[in-house]
């Protein structure tokens, strides 16, 4: 079964400041790797996402992550922090078979500090 | 191009009560999906449509229920509402077909109280 698990529930950065969200992932088969932002009263908004080929993956808003096979990990990081990237950020797992549900994991609170 | 719709955006129940909850899709989406969120449990899959068909299901209790209709808008159910069942419900279209993506646009989301 596959799993996600995110380190750290709260995550506080001063703006300007480098921006690393931590994420592991448990999969038996090549997984696809994703990043998903919530702002406040919003639903989720993907960022980007690892399927094959590149391991280092650009997004949105100047946001990118590397998919580290060895250390089943997918990092989200940003090397400036701004206070509108402040939200909750979810990682996902999705499986290459047949299965179309996303699991998520349980979120960082990304705050920004002026 | 309009984004997910969902309806109603709020709404205040008591248990033993039933809810419906719709979900308008992106215009060319054939998939929705149904989560649900909560403070205690994260974001949790309910059901995933797709052609009228649900292709997926996750672990809930078959008071939870959906459908898609022949113009892929999705409806969700909850009947004898629980207080537990008070969270955040999200419906997510995408181009799903016969292979996933992984890649979902999300509604604003159904905030559901009971009380």
């Known amino acids: 079964a596959q799993s996600v698990t995110q380190l750290g529930s709260h995550v506080s950065v001063s703006e300007g400041a480098l921006v690393l969200l931590r994420c592991n992932y448990s999969s038996s088969v090549p997984p696809y790797l994703f990043w998903y932002v919530q702002y406040p009263n919003q639903g989720l908004q993907l960022l980007l996402k690892y399927t094959t080929g590149a391991t280092l993956v650009k997004g949105i808003n100047g946001f990118e992550a590397e998919f580290k096979k060895s250390e089943t990990s997918f990092h989200l990081t940003k090397p400036s922090a701004h206070m509108s990237d402040a939200a909750e950020y979810f990682c996902a797992v999705i499986t290459s078979d047949s299965s179309y549900k996303l699991i998520f994991g349980s979120g960082t609170r990304l705050l920004v500090r002026p | 191009k309009a984004g997910v719709t969902q309806t109603p955006r709020y709404l205040i129940k008591t248990r033993g009560q039933q809810v419906t909850l719709s979900c308008s899709p992106i215009s060319g989406h054939r998939s929705v999906s149904w989560y649900q969120q909560t403070p205690g449990q994260g974001l949790q899959f309910l059901f995933e449509y797709f052609s009228e068909t649900q292709r997926n299901k996750g672990n809930f209790p078959g008071r939870f229920s959906g459908r898609q209709f022949s113009n892929s808008r999705s409806e969700m159910n909850v009947s004898t509402l629980e207080l537990g069942d008070s969270a955040l419900y999200l419906c997510?279209?995408?181009?799903?077909?016969?292979?996933?993506?992984?890649?979902?646009?999300f509604g604003e989301g159904s905030r559901l109280t009971v009380l």
């Open positions: 997510a279209s995408s181009l799903e077909a016969r292979k996933p993506t992984g890649e979902l646009f």
